[in-house]
Antibody
Framework: QMQLQESGPGLVRPSETLSLTCTVS????????WSWIRQPPGKGLEWIGY???????SCNPSLKSRVTISIDTSKNQFSLKLSSVTAADTAIYYCARDKHWPPRGDMDVWGKGTTVTVSS | QSALTQPPSASGSPGQSVTISCTGTSSDVGGYNYVSWYQQHPGKAPKLMIYEVSKRPSGVPDRFSGSKSGNTASLTVSGLQAEDEADYYC??????????FGGGTKMTVL
C-alpha cells in the first residue's frame, strides 16, 4: 500500500524559500501525478499544484510565480519550493497522489501533513 | 480563480440525511464532471469520499453519495452516524488545468 511522508523545516524566515520533500513508498513515483495542498491554521484547503516526472506541471495561479514542484525518480521523491514567504504562508502542507492521469482534483493517497511556520 | 462556495455548517441527528452544497461556475463545477469530496477529521489528513461527481472509492460506505446540477454539486450523507462528524471539502477541476477547493463545511451530528 502506497504511503507518503512529508519532510522539511518547520520554521522558515520571512522572505526566504520554503522547501519540502515528499517521500513515496510502496510504489513507483513514475506511475502517477503528484500534488501539494496546504491548510492555514483553522482554515480550508488550498491546492498548490501538481507535477509529473515527464515535467508536466500546473500551479495555482495565485501562487504560480513563487512555486516550483519537481520530481526525483531516483529517490522516489517529489519536492515543493515556495519563494519569498510571508506569514500568510504558515500552514500545514500535505503531499498527495492524484488518482487519475491527467489530474482531475481527486487525490486518493495523502501524507499526514507537516506544519510550516513563517516567522522571524 | 475563486474558491467554491460551501455552507459553513450543516447538522443532523443520527439516522437522518444531510446534504452539503458546493457552488462554482461554468469554468469549474459546471464545466466538468470532475467534482470530488473529502472528509477531514480534526488533526487528520483529508480522505477522498467521492470523485467524478458521484463515484465512491473502494471502502467508502454507500451512505455517501454525490450529484451535480448545473454549477452546484452536492454531497449527501444518509443514515448519519457519529463518526460522520467532520469537516467536508469539495473541489473541482477547473479551466487551464487548475484545481479549486471549497471553503469547507463543518458537519455536526446532534
Amino acid at each position: 500500500q502506497m504511503q507518503l511522508q512529508e519532510s522539511g523545516p518547520g520554521l522558515v524566515r520571512p522572505s526566504e524559500t520554503l522547501s519540502l520533500t515528499c517521500t513515496v513508498s510502496g510504489g513507483s513515483i513514475s506511475s502517477y501525478y503528484w500534488s501539494w495542498i496546504r491548510q492555514p491554521p483553522g482554515k480550508g484547503l488550498e491546492w498548490i499544484g501538481y507535477s509529473h516526472y515527464s515535467g508536466t506541471t500546473s500551479c495555482n495561479p495565485s501562487l504560480k510565480s513563487r512555486v516550483t514542484i519537481s520530481i526525483d525518480t531516483s529517490k522516489n521523491q517529489f519536492s515543493l519550493k515556495l519563494s519569498s514567504v510571508t506569514a500568510a504562508d504558515t500552514a500545514i502542507y500535505y503531499c498527495a497522489r492524484d488518482k487519475h492521469w491527467p489530474p482531475r482534483g481527486d487525490m486518493d493517497v495523502w501524507g499526514k501533513g507537516t506544519t510550516v511556520t513563517v516567522s522571524s | 480563480q475563486s474558491a467554491l462556495t460551501q455552507p459553513p455548517s450543516a447538522s443532523g441527528s443520527p439516522g437522518q440525511s444531510v446534504t452539503i452544497s458546493c457552488t462554482g461556475t461554468s469554468s469549474d463545477v459546471g464545466g466538468y464532471n470532475y467534482v470530488s469530496w473529502y472528509q477531514q477529521h480534526p488533526g487528520k489528513a483529508p480522505k477522498l469520499m467521492i470523485y467524478e461527481v458521484s463515484k465512491r472509492p473502494s471502502g467508502v460506505p454507500d451512505r455517501f453519495s454525490g450529484s451535480k446540477s448545473g454549477n452546484t454539486a452536492s454531497l449527501t450523507v444518509s443514515g448519519l452516524q457519529a463518526e460522520d462528524e467532520a469537516d467536508y471539502y469539495c473541489n473541482s477541476f477547473a479551466r487551464s488545468n487548475n484545481v479549486v477547493f471549497g471553503g469547507g463545511t463543518k458537519m455536526t451530528v446532534l
